[in-house]
């Protein structure tokens, strides 16, 4: 299926925003849920318990379902295993297709910020410069290691269902004017 271009009238009313960490796709679920009136779900505050211990598979797929049983809904997170579960309820992918040297450095500086400020991440979780520099968990590596495969798994999830694919901040800034999103937060930007 085509990608969706303007005009695009009003906006689907269950929209899953993915993409590679550092992309911004918790920015945009924040401001697509306040333009169609809900609140975002960001998956990872479904997937990590404190203490960045994972939650259980069955636990987790649980959660998610309730989410996607409601009429209106945005979520923001790949968790692909999930996800491909729940294609038929999936009215728009918007998909930051960024590059991964636009997201890495992205990263650092999130990495490096939240490690020092101590900012919660998800569920009271915080960062520290060991974990998202050298833990076998890292970020990081995360961000380098999935980077072909996650994109190549959109590409085929994605071939014949509604959806946009964004690939710099330019691009996203021109699809939610288009969208009839208004930039509520003039710091907003689409980087973490």
Not at 50 to 76: N, S
């Amino acid at each position: 299926m085509a990608q969706l271009q303007p005009p695009y009238g009003a906006l689907p009313d269950r929209i899953w925003v993915v993409g590679p960490c550092g992309a911004g796709k918790s920015t945009m679920g924040r401001r697509l849920a306040a333009h169609q009136g809900v609140e975002v779900t960001s998956l990872d505050e479904i997937h990590w318990r404190p203490g960045w211990v994972e939650g259980p598979r069955p636990d987790t797929a649980a959660r998610i379902a309730e989410v996607v049983a409601r009429d209106r809904w945005v979520i923001d997170g790949n968790y692909g295993t999930h996800r491909v579960n729940h294609t038929s309820r999936i009215q728009l992918y918007v998909w930051l297709d960024f590059p991964l040297h636009v997201t890495f450095p992205r990263l650092i500086k999130r990495g490096v910020r939240r490690s020092v400020t101590k900012e919660a991440v998800c569920n009271g979780n915080t960062e520290s410069l060991w974990r998202t520099f050298c833990h076998r968990e890292s970020l990081l590596l995360w961000a380098i290691t999935s980077d072909k495969r996650r994109r190549k798994g959109l590409v085929e999830e994605t071939a014949t269902r509604p959806h946009v694919r964004l690939r710099s901040q330019v691009a996203v800034d021109r699809w939610l004017a288009a969208a009839g999103v208004s930039r509520t937060d003039r710091h907003a930007s689409l980087s973490g």
